[in-house]
């Protein structure tokens, strides 16, 4: 069994950045995706980013590509984003999620779930 716990969310100017961790307990596998979620008052929840266990490989979605940046420290097995020029549209909790021989964007796929961290962005 894992858990995970996020941090660092919170409340910034458009414009600004913050830094999401996500910490797991318990063994982490080295066919683990490590996913990065988030969910707008409203709607579905969406994928972010992914990397992969070794940190090797990542992939994010459109709308955060050039703006976020995921990577993974494997001795603190935690997980980061690192979100800089946020926009309002950003705003939403976002959620840290294992899966299992899964690296990818589809949701269905990921096993264990953090309790999620709000991002709220200021215009």
């Known amino acids: 069994q894992v858990q995970l716990v996020e941090s660092g969310g919170g409340l910034v100017q458009a414009g600004g950045s913050l830094r999401l961790s996500c910490a797991a307990s318990?063994?982490?596998?080295?066919?683990?995706?490590f996913g990065w979620f988030r969910q707008a008052p409203g709607k579905e929840r969406e994928f972010v980013a992914v990397v992969n266990w070794s940190g090797a490989y990542t992939y994010y979605a459109d709308s955060v590509k050039g703006r976020f940046t995921t990577s993974r420290d494997i001795p603190k097995n935690t997980v980061y984003l690192q979100m800089n020029g946020l926009k309002p549209e950003d705003t939403a909790v976002y959620y840290c999620a294992i899966s299992v021989s899964y690296v990818g964007t589809d949701k269905q796929y990921y096993t264990y779930w953090g309790q999620g961290t709000q991002v709220t962005v200021s215009a």
């Open positions: 318990g063994r982490t596998n080295n066919n683990y995706g």
